[in-house]
Antibody
Framework: EMQLVESGGGLVQPGGSLRLSCAAS????????MTWVRQAPGKGLELVAT????????YYVDSVKGRFTISRDSAKDSLYLQMNSLRAEDTAVYYC???????WGQGTMVTVSS | EIVLTQSPATLSLSPGERATLSCRAS??????LVWYQQKPGQAPRLLIY???NRATGIPARFSGSGSGTDFTLTISSLEPEDFAVYYC?????????FGGGTKVEIK
């Protein structure tokens, strides 16, 4: 069974940092582009960052450029999102997903508040 | 950035009725459009990819059509489990933007 399990969410103060992790299993991780998608409470979906199979290509939505970094470790079949300089508007459920391989995690909540 | 506009925002229908959801793009996305279903507390579920292809395990009552800038998701006869929020997403140009969603609710 293809599975993605996120971890690392929580409450952080504005300006703080958080690192999200996503563990993959049941599929060939290195073959799949991987993506972080977020959803603010009661709102729609927003694609945050994506990276290709070997991590050599990375793309970010403008609102997180320079603050967030996506990375992956194929030896551990894991995806990461380093989030720095967090703002209240970054508050959301963060999903790890492979859009092309059609697998989503269940999400981890990030709350930015003082 | 390509903007996707979904309409209506809310669709109130009864089980057994036909649902027609619209997604309009601010510029052509060719056929690179997908549809997701999302229920409360759950991750999105892929329904349709490349405009009209059903994902694995998706019932035949779901169908997609369109091209360029205008797309439609049709649910031929609503089942109780179909009441949810539906999102379109374009995969033609980065960032792969989503529409604002259409909520299909029980009338």
């Amino acid at each position: 069974e293809m599975q993605l399990v996120e971890s690392g969410g929580g409450l952080v103060q504005p300006g703080g940092s958080l690192r999200l992790s996503c563990a993959a299993s049941g599929f060939t991780f290195s073959n799949c582009w991987m993506t972080w998608v977020r959803q603010a409470p009661g709102k729609g979906l927003e694609l945050v960052a994506t990276t290709n199979g070997d991590g050599g290509e990375k793309y970010y939505v403008d609102s997180v450029k320079g603050r967030f970094t996506i990375s992956r470790d194929s030896a551990k079949d894991s995806l990461y999102l380093q989030m720095n300089s967090l703002r209240a508007e970054d508050t959301a459920v963060y999903y790890c997903a492979s859009l092309g391989c059609n697998v989503w995690g269940q999400g981890t909540m990030v709350t930015v508040s003082s | 950035e390509i903007v996707l506009t979904q309409s209506p925002a809310t669709l109130s229908l009864s089980p057994g009725e036909r649902a027609t959801l619209s997604c309009r793009a601010s510029q052509s996305v060719s056929k690179s459009l997908v549809w997701y279903q999302q229920k409360p507390g759950q991750a999105p579920r892929l329904l349709i990819y490349d405009t009209s292809n059903r994902a694995t395990g998706i019932p035949a009552r779901f169908s997609g059509s369109g091209s360029g800038t205008d797309f439609t998701l049709t649910i031929s006869s609503l089942e109780p489990e179909d009441f949810a929020v539906y999102y379109c997403q374009q995969r033609s140009n980065w960032p792969f933007t989503f529409g604002g969603g259409t909520k299909v609710e029980i009338k």
